[in-house]
């Protein structure tokens, strides 16, 4: 029997996969030393993203990731080289507690139409430990260097 909180041998999480749909790619490390796995497109048809477009992209699979832990959906380098195309909110965060369609939102940031095929590698998704914080309300923050200077206030870019 599997369970989503069990690891393997090597301390690894043990993330359950189920598809959701047919022809479905299960998501895969393409090289022995990568980070992500990559996740594809589950398209009926091809999918043209015109430039400035948002879009959902489902992948076919559902998730069971241990608890401690996130999916970080994130862009393909290759992919935004190429035409432009990357993760709207990236990256995006797949809770433990999830089961539902993974969905992509990719964005076309390029200057022509990008065609997103069926199967086709759209994303990766990285599973990482999370820590849950404790909150304390408090009528001081203890001081710091940088105190509450904001953006570009450590220096110049």
Do not use: K, W
Request: proline share 7%.
């Amino acid at each position: 029997m599997h369970s989503a909180d069990a690891a393997n041998e090597r301390g690894a999480p043990r993330v359950l996969v189920r598809r959701v749909r047919d022809g479905a790619v299960l998501p895969r490390y393409m090289t022995e030393a990568a980070a992500g796995l990559d996740l594809s497109a589950a398209l009926g048809e091809a999918v043209e993203l015109s430039p400035g477009e948002r879009r959902a992209i489902p992948t076919g699979i559902a998730l069971a990731i241990p608890v401690g832990f996130e999916g970080q959906v994130r862009p393909r380098s290759g992919l935004a080289r190429r035409c432009g195309v990357t993760v709207a909110n990236a990256p995006g965060t797949i809770d433990a507690d999830y089961r539902g369609e993974v969905e992509v939102l990719l964005v076309n940031l390029g200057a022509e139409p990008a065609r997103i095929g069926p199967r086709d590698r759209i994303a990766q998704l990285v599973i990482a430990p999370v820590a849950r914080a404790e909150i304390d309300v408090v009528d001081a923050l203890p001081s710091s260097g940088r105190g509450d200077g904001g953006f570009g206030s450590t220096g110049a870019s």
